[in-house]
């Protein structure tokens, strides 16, 4: 039987993404067969902290759409443009809100918290001060390791989790 394709939008930073956080998992899901889209919080050609080039389209433009999951890419950049991206909190919330699988790599944890999905939930993030006290904030119980699942909800510390990271999102993406 086949696996049918499902629409997952990646979201990056304009600038100062991590580019193995969004290659290692975009390919992963890919070669499972899905469609996945790029976001950004404007229409850019974004730019990774390694050099990595990606077209990425407004997350205004994207938040309506019907996506099967979301995965917010972590890097330097995520502070600055993520994290209070009204825009990316509403769509965090809805899709949380409908069941759907909400992932997010390195600092990018700290959006999940921010958007309010993550009280009561176990999650780890890259281990800056900053980013560890925003989870706490956000309610989550802090873990230290590479990928941490609980319900719908997936993050990862960072370039180190990108691989396992992308295989543990396919698999939440199955059936």
Do not use: N
């Not at 309010?116 to 802090?142: D, F, H, N, W």
């Amino acid at each position: 039987m086949a696996v049918e394709s499902l629409l997952v939008l990646f979201v990056v930073s304009p600038e100062r993404f991590r580019d193995e956080e969004l290659l290692e998992p975009l390919r992963a899901v890919q070669a499972a067969g899905h469609a996945v889209s790029v976001g950004s919080t404007r229409a850019c050609m974004a730019t990774g902290m390694l050099g990595a080039r990606v077209p990425a389209a407004s997350i205004r433009e994207l938040a309506g759409r019907d996506w099967d999951a979301l995965v917010i890419v972590g890097g330097s950049g995520a502070p600055d443009h993520l994290w209070a991206s009204e825009p990316l909190l509403a769509v965090v919330r809805r899709l949380h809100a409908a069941g759907r699988p909400v992932a997010a790599i390195c600092l990018s944890a700290a959006v999940l918290a921010r958007a309010g999905v993550l009280a009561g939930r176990r999650a780890t993030v890259y281990p800056s001060p900053r980013a560890v006290i925003e989870l706490k904030r956000g309610g989550a119980t802090y873990v230290r390791e590479a990928v941490v699942a609980d319900g719908p909800i997936l993050t990862a510390s960072g370039t180190e989790a990108a691989v396992a990271f992308g295989a543990a999102l396919v698999q939440r993406l199955e059936p």
